[in-house]
């Protein structure tokens, strides 16, 4: 799994018929400048992207965060939140997993590199090429569960 760059986004693209149109590379730029632990949902990202005076409607923003996600270029995360988040597929050693709190959203990434590599070996076993491979673990943080009265 390599880092993409507008030009290897470009490539990627063509490939498969489609254009690496400015929207894409804003939104891949966006993505490729997010400090580490970081994500941004749809809405997250078209506020940004307002406040920086892009005008990319966010329906564009939906069709191209499914693409990059579906390409291996973006991480689709079901955080607690009941929507998606997207943050740049990292490839190893910053590929990381997460634990979230499902009553205050509390979100830790966490490196695993057993899972990693038990998803990697099953892919290729089955002849597949790794795109990602993630682990969220939902549960309630320390604090969550002192306030619910839990042991």
Known sequence: MASHTAASLKVELNERGWRLTPQRETILHIFQNL??????SADDLHRRL?????????STIYRTLKLMARMGILRELELAEGH???????PYPHHHHHLICVRCNTTIEFKNDPVLRIGAKTARREGFHLLDCQLTI?????PCQQALGLP
């Open 35 to 40: 400090p580490n632990g970081n994500h941004l």
């Open 50 to 58: 307002q406040d920086q005076g892009e005008n990319i409607s966010l």
């Open 84 to 90: 998606k988040h997207y943050e740049l597929n990292q």
């Open 138 to 142: 939902h549960a309630l943080c320390p």
